[in-house]
């Protein structure tokens, strides 16, 4: 009776154990599952080089149009320099060169941005077009320190014509600008990748009070709306589409105050909706305040969540 006890004790200790191991492997397998750290990252990643590729930009658009900058200083970039002597059969290169802090102090920028455009060609005019290369261009956050550098080969068009300083004038109420082409990424974690870019901007009310539509014009297998797509810094592929086109505002700093961008990570079933608009209480905005949160409705596998992160 005492052997036929300790077996069962023992078959009952195994049963146990292997109930332990299992539950410990599922546990091991949920944790990555019940993660969001990837999706908030890209998030995080799409928006930083998003707004460094608006603020270029905004340098390219004033120094091209040479008034109409949405700094409220002169189309020329602080702390950079400008060099546009070098004309090879009929085109014209212009180089940006920074070294130094941006106009509103925040950010550290180093390197070049080219700019390609045919003698002649006026920026101004419907369909016009230049070639944009960011060439080691590195831009650190002063308030956190962390650096990103850029390199890049984009197409800029002006495809309604006209300039911003415009805006509200003689009946000129929206100006539509396109950027695509892709951006090689370097992240603070030194991970490298690149990005495909199919930005559309539409500019809208008068010079201190302008808003900025952003939509995406890219498709790439059965995505559409496409604005950004590539590979993430865990060297997942992802897709960033705008479900509802994303609005800034001048008189928010030119945060994004509204809309929806959906980030896709197919091959490991990941997703998030990202909606803009939330203030420091994760509470949605209300009579035209400023918001300062974005919310993050997440997807990986079976689990979701929601996250509510600030702007940059």
């Not at 539950?23 to 080089?49: A, F, I, P």
């Not at 930005?199 to 995406?216: A, Y």
């Amino acid at each position: 009776m005492k052997t036929i006890h300790l077996i069962r004790t023992g078959a009952l200790l195994l049963a146990l154990t292997g109930l332990t191991l299992t539950s410990c492997k599922k546990d091991k397998l949920d944790e990555g599952k019940n993660d969001s750290t990837s999706l908030t990252q890209l998030s995080t990643d799409e928006m930083n080089v998003e707004e460094i590729t608006n603020d270029a930009l905004q340098d390219v658009e004033g120094l091209l149009s040479y008034q109409g900058s949405l700094k409220s200083t002169s189309g020329i970039p602080c702390n950079a320099t400008i060099d546009s002597t070098s004309v090879v059969n009929d085109t014209i290169t212009i180089y940006i060169t920074y070294d130094g802090l941006s106009c509103n102090g925040r950010k550290y920028r180093t390197g070049q941005v080219e700019i390609r455009k045919q003698v002649g060609s006026h920026w101004g005019m419907q369909g016009a077009s230049v070639n944009i290369r960011y060439i080691n261009f590195s831009v650190t956050r002063v308030a956190t320190g962390k650096t990103i550098i850029l390199n890049s080969n984009k197409t800029f068009t002006n495809v309604t014509g006209g300039f911003i300083y415009m805006l509200g004038q003689n009946g000129f109420t929206s100006l539509v600008h396109r950027l695509s082409g892709y951006v090689s990424v370097t992240f603070d974690n030194n991970t490298t990748r690149s990005w495909n870019i199919a930005r559309q901007r539409t500019f809208t009310g008068v010079p201190g009070e302008l808003v900025l539509t952003i939509d995406g014009f890219g498709t790439s297998g059965e995505y559409s709306n496409l604005v950004v797509w590539g590979t993430n810094r865990n060297g997942e592929e992802f897709y960033t589409s705008i479900a509802e086109s994303v609005v800034h505002r001048e008189v928010c700093e030119w945060h994004p105050v509204s809309g929806i961008k959906i980030h896709e990570i197919p091959t490991a079933d990941k997703s998030a909706t990202i909606t803009f608009g939330y203030d420091s209480n994760n509470q949605p905005v209300t009579n035209g305040d400023c918001p300062t949160h974005y919310r993050v409705d997440w997807q990986n596998g079976t689990y979701t969540g929601t996250s509510f992160l600030p702007l940059m």
